[in-house]
């Protein structure tokens, strides 16, 4: 016999396993395809993105708003990149640019002057004060140039970094659940470790819950460390309860979780969980704010952002490490946590395969 054909035959073994698996070429080869297809289509010939920015709205402010929404009609007749002005007034506008809601805060005062209120370290507020700053001195002809004043935001509180790292908080927690959970069931179903489970007189339920009850034990350190790091290294201000940011972190958490045993309740192969996980976390990747505030999509996909767990989790992280909010400020945050963790996990309980 020829050395080579145990080689052969255990080659050839596997790839018959794995083409005899119609979830595995769907999630190896389908859904990359389709993926790749679906945002190709989405960013093809796509313009740049639209400047985003608060514009205090007070006596001097009319001048101002007329020049930068005529722009704003212009460009989008060109299908050039618009703006996108939220007009508050100056304790709203400042909140916003505080809690990393805004790049930028556009401030009308007299005379003609504007000051611009900015972080120089957020990847995208530079960009904006240059966008308005050249739409303003244009429409002034460059004869009379606008008066400008700088303002740097650098207060704790207020940076990027500080954005940032609640963003990472929520990122790290979606993550455990989802992978944590969902990943565990299908090694535990391949392995035929779940086949042993089934022989015993335990309730899946008390079964599925031990892994939520594991999962909050792990969270623990991932939650304290990145804390920790904020704080002592970049001077993150917590202004808000310690025991309120575990509350909304453990419910995410639980939310995440939740999904994860929904997705893994029958997946019989990592492939297919993999391709899962993917599905379930890319729009949260893309649309719910971890890097960047989630108001610069287009009013209408707000509907949908905002009923994203991930955004939910981030929105109520942020307003209490940053803003110092209360429970019942962050409660409606809360009861949509809420919701997706009970609903994916009676959905699971009802649904999962031990084999």
């Not at 996108?84 to 003609?112: A, C, F, Q, W």
């Not at 244009?138 to 140039?145: A, T, V």
């Not at 201000?237 to 419910?251: E, F, H, K, Q, Y």
């Not at 991930?310 to 209360?326: D, K, M, P």
Request: charged share 15%.
């Amino acid at each position: 016999m020829s050395r080579s054909h145990p080689l052969r035959e255990l080659y050839f073994t596997r790839l018959r396993e794995f083409y005899r698996q119609p979830a595995r070429i769907f999630w190896v080869y389908g859904f990359p395809t389709v993926l790749a297809v679906c945002l190709g289509l989405a960013f093809k010939n796509r313009p740049p993105e639209a400047t985003l920015f608060d514009l205090i709205e007070n006596p001097s402010s009319s001048t101002i708003k007329q020049t930068l929404t005529k722009y704003d009609l212009e460009a989008r007749a060109k299908n050039l990149p618009g703006l996108i002005i939220k007009t508050n007034d100056h304790d709203e506008s400042m909140k916003r640019l505080y809690s990393g809601k805004t790049p930028l805060v556009v401030e009308p005062g007299t005379g003609g002057q504007v000051t611009y209120h900015f972080d120089p370290t957020r990847p995208e507020a530079s960009v904006a004060k240059a966008a308005v700053d050249n739409i303003l001195q244009e429409g002034s002809g460059r004869k009379n140039p606008v008066a400008t004043n700088d303002v740097t935001v650098t207060e704790p509180g207020a940076r990027y970094i500080d954005f940032l790292i609640p963003g990472l908080i929520g990122l790290n927690t979606m993550g455990g659940g989802l992978w944590g959970i969902g990943f565990l069931l299908v090694n535990f179903r391949m392995s035929k470790l779940l086949k042993c489970f089934v022989a015993t007189p335990m309730p899946r339920r008390d079964f599925l819950l031990s892994l939520l009850g594991a999962r909050l034990t792990f969270l623990i350190p991932d939650v304290t460390v990145l804390l920790l790091l904020g704080v002592y290294y970049f001077g993150m201000p917590v202004r808000g309860s310690l025991w309120l940011i575990a509350l909304v972190d453990v419910m995410g958490a639980l939310a995440f979780a939740g999904i994860g045993l929904l997705v893994g309740s029958r997946a019989q192969s990592t492939e297919t969980v993999s391709g899962l996980m993917n599905l379930v976390m890319l729009p949260m990747w893309l649309f719910s704010g971890v890097f960047f505030s989630s108001d610069r999509f287009p009013n209408s996909a707000q509907y949908f952002i905002q009923a994203l767990p991930l955004t939910q989790l981030l929105n109520a992280l942020r307003a209490v490490i940053l803003e110092g909010a209360t429970f019942i400020q962050v409660a409606p945050a809360l009861l949509i946590l809420t919701l997706w963790a009970v609903v994916t996990f009676v959905l699971a309980l009802r649904i999962f395969r031990w084999y």
